[in-house]
């Protein structure tokens, strides 16, 4: 159940005054040391988190141990802390959301050392609902990030030199001690809250103020209801009294003997009780159980009125949904264009794609030669085309060597070249003819050992058969998909020529204009401003410049006239313009539509997107027809009735199907 509790405590104290040990309360906390195997307390730990540890902490206890070892005693302040409850309608990752959205916008995330944990227990006075809740530590030095400081100086008080240098520790914020700053700190908490509640969609807040400033408001705003669920007086804060057994079963029978009262007040029962001198602490109990029943009631109250609004919105929205189905459809030239420049797009995105994929496998065709010298490789572990292209290589190198040679001889001078070309010669020529014998044997097996050769190189024709098979239908897809851009093309260049606005698909709508009609397909005339003259009713569809419709008027080609409204004194003049006004929407106005109503209740979006997928299906089929028919001749559907028509019969149509074109 969402509830508000912030508390801001500048270092915790003990019953006698005294301040808490730093490092003790750190570990109760975060369920460390003696508080780390606590019954049924280490159970109710669900996250820590910590920041901004100065380089000297190993750990967040170290630094809190360090934090109460150099703080002024005995007022000294190590730490502040700031607990809250957290909601249940929340995941545990957005309540961890909210905090530190908290930590940000305060300061403390960049500017101060931190420790928060966040515990989950059973509500002790309300078994169905979880006590949630966050305690956050943070020293309020605010960390210089180019000044660090070892520990003995961390916590010092800040002081200057002469030169207004820096001496000692870091500075203490004010940011967080005042009765303003905790005013401030609890809204903000209470807004983040809220805003994760809307962010969800959940119809539930959370407020900051007093019970009374609340009740105020609601009485401003006229929820008499809602205000009285808050006249009480709040309850007290019980602190840690109701931990002694004893006490805890006092409250919870208080909290049963108040219960069974309100219901006896209920049936008309209710006996008038005596006045008792109640001690203090009997009277805080009094009230609490006062509040817990109170809020209980307000709880069934709430959910009740919840369950018959989410009703109310049901119903509505089935309503809503059965309109949105009855409204008549139209779809004109305009949306045609629009989703053949669309299909265009898809199919020169195909065409590229095909292209691509057809050049890529092209690759792999092979000729006969190819494919030859592919099956000797195979039957020679592909040695055969190496020996070939070495044994050439070896020829050409060879060859040059030898034309020049010739010219050497008998020049002294050219003698130690000759030695070194002769000598790479016949180094050449014996590789060569080592190759050569390769290559002679290759044949010689080729020869004894044909029906192998001619197996391989037949399973390689196979292969590369198919992959010509499938190549071809590659290419036969890549030209199917260039020949569909061009009709599509074809198609829009002469459509394109049309009115923009001409309808080429109606469903049967009403011939004289009625309330449920709707100004350019989204406005419904019955929700904009009307006036009545002379027995007529006008509907007001530009404010600015008077501009109005008459229910009644004939519906001609899905327009109705447009009137200016003139007033003088008490008296209203209207005059017929040659302006006229569309109650239909082209597909884009009514795909804007969906979006807006994704915020909807789901039984309106699903009606909105069958619609729009109903509307998408006719216009792809009409598109369709064009561009496989003549433009001349388009598929019009009249509910479900189907026939072909051309344009001067299809006008014919409508001006006798009970609206005029």
């Known amino acids: ?119 989950d227990k059973v509500a002790t006075f309300s078994k169905e609902h979880r006590n949630i809740h966050c305690h956050l530590m943070f020293n309020e030095k605010i960390i210089e990030k180019n000044r660090p400081l070892e520990a003995d100086m961390y916590f010092k008080n800040y002081a200057e030199n002469n030169l207004g240098e820096p001496t000692k520790g870091y500075r203490s914020s004010r940011d967080f001690s005042t009765k303003t700053a905790t005013i401030n700190f609890r809204k903000l908490f209470a807004d983040i809250i809220n805003d994760k509640f809307q962010e969800k969609g959940l119809d539930i807040s959370i407020s900051e103020k007093s019970l009374k400033v609340q009740r105020q408001e609601l009485l401003n705003q006229g929820k008499i209801e809602e205000a009285e669920l808050l006249n009480r007086t709040p309850a007290p804060h019980l602190g840690n009294t109701y931990k002694n057994p004893a006490i805890l ?28 001198n109640l001690s203090i602490q009997e009277q805080k109990i009094q009230l609490f159980a006062n509040d817990v029943v109170i809020r209980q009631v307000a709880k069934q109250i709430q959910q009740e009125r919840l369950r018959l609004k989410k ?88 060859k040059q060597i030898n034309s020049i040679l010739p010219t050497l001889y008998g020049k002294a001078d050219k003698i130690k070249e000759l030695s070194s070309l002769s000598k790479k010669s016949q180094e050449l020529s014996s590789s060569r003819t080592k190759i050569g014998k390769r290559i002679s044997a290759y044949k010689i097996e080729l020869t004894t050992n044909h029906e192998k050769y001619t197996s391989i190189l037949n399973q390689l024709k196979k292969e590369n058969e198919d992959a010509i098979s499938k190549n071809k239908i590659l290419y036969a897809r890549y030209k199917y998909d260039m020949l569909q851009v061009q009709k599509y093309k074809t198609a829009l260049d002469k459509l394109s020529k049309e009115d923009k606005n001409t309808i080429i698909f109606s469903d049967k709508i009403s011939s004289k204009l009625e309330h449920k009609n709707k100004l350019n397909g989204i406005t419904p005339l019955k929700d904009l401003p009307s006036i009545t003259n002379n027995n007529n009713t006008y509907f007001i569809i530009d404010k600015n410049n008077n501009k109005a419709v008459k229910i009644g008027d004939d519906i001609t080609q899905g327009k109705v006239p447009v009137y200016y409204l003139k007033t003088n004194d008490t008296k209203i003049s209207i005059q017929k313009s040659n302006e006229f006004a569309f109650l239909y929407a082209r597909k884009k106005q009514i795909s804007n539509i969906s979006q807006k109503k ?32 003549d433009i001349k001749q388009s598929k019009t559907t009249w509910q479900e009735n189907e026939q072909i028509t051309d344009k001067t019969k299809l006008a014919e149509k409508k001006m006798y199907n009970e609206w005029s074109l």
């Open 311 to 398: 009703e109310q919105q049901t119903k509505k929205a089935i309503a809503e949904a059965e309109e949105i189905k009855q409204e008549a459809m139209i779809i004109t030239t305009g949306d045609i264009c629009k989703h053949l420049d669309t299909k265009i797009n898809e199919f020169e995105e195909k065409t590229a794609e095909n292209l691509a994929v057809f050049k890529a496998a092209q690759k792999n065709i092979l000729s006969e030669q190819r494919l030859e010298l592919l099956a000797k490789d195979k039957m020679f572990n592909n040695n055969y085309s190496k020996d070939i292209k070495q044994y050439d290589k070896l020829s050409k190198e060879l």
């Open 598 to 629: 994704l915020n909807e209740h789901p039984i309106i979006q699903e009606a909105y997107q069958q619609r729009q997928t109903f509307i998408a299906d006719k216009i792809s089929k009409i598109a369709d027809n064009i561009v496989n028919n």
């Open 249 to 276: 079963e006092r409250i919870m029978k208080k909290i049963d003997e108040t219960d069974a009262k309100a219901d006896e007040a209920a049936d008309g029962f209710m006996e008038q009780e005596k006045e008792e």
């Open 1 to 119: 159940m969402a509830h508000y509790y912030f508390e801001n405590t500048p270092h915790g104290k003990r019953k006698d005054g005294t301040k808490l040990n730093t490092a003790t309360h750190f570990d109760y906390i975060f369920r460390e040391g003696d508080y780390a195997n606590m019954k049924n307390r280490q159970e109710d730990l669900k996250i820590t988190s910590f920041g901004n540890l100065p380089d000297w902490a190993d750990n967040p206890r170290d630094f809190w141990e360090n934090a109460e070892k150099y703080r002024s005693k005995p007022n000294g302040r190590a730490y502040r802390e700031f607990k809250f409850a957290l909601q249940e309608e929340l995941t545990l990752e957005e309540n961890i959301q909210c905090i530190e959205k908290f930590l940000k916008e305060t300061g403390i995330k960049d500017n101060h050392v931190y420790s928060y944990a966040v515990h």
